[in-house]
């Protein structure tokens, strides 16, 4: 009904930017809020930023500064531009969109799969 995917991931040397879009598909009636996260290997999944309807924006204190969450409604799609990196940013990452499949209905958080993210140094 739903669907998450994101995109963008790959190998870059570390101090270099990379940006990750995640694009929210099929029965949508409107999104509220969007995220991404983060698992690096042996690790807990970690928030890393988030952004609401009205564009409000959450950063963890390690990418604070660093990244970006910004969001095209009209696109459903949300991105991380992601600037200075550093080896211990790799890690896969996640992106969620809270979805209302119509008016009314409740609200459900939908998951992509991930994008691996590897920061050579």
């Known amino acids: 009904q739903v669907h998450v995917v994101e995109s963008g991931g790959g190998l870059v040397q570390a101090g270099e930017s990379l940006t990750l879009s995640c694009a929210a598909s099929g029965s949508i009636f409107s999104i509220n809020a969007m995220a991404w996260y983060r698992q690096a290997p042996g690790k807990q999944r970690e928030a890393v930023a988030s952004i609401s309807s009205g564009g409000n924006t959450n950063y963890a204190d390690s990418v604070k500064g660093r990244f970006t969450i910004s969001r095209d409604n009209a696109k459903n799609t949300a991105y991380l531009q992601m600037n200075s990196l550093k080896p211990e940013d790799t890690a896969v990452y996640y992106c969620?969109?809270?979805?209302?499949?119509?008016?009314?209905?409740?609200?459900?958080?939908?998951w992509g799969q991930g994008t691996q993210v590897t920061v050579s140094s």
């Open positions: 969620y969109a809270d979805v209302f499949v119509g008016m009314g209905t409740y609200e459900y958080r939908y």
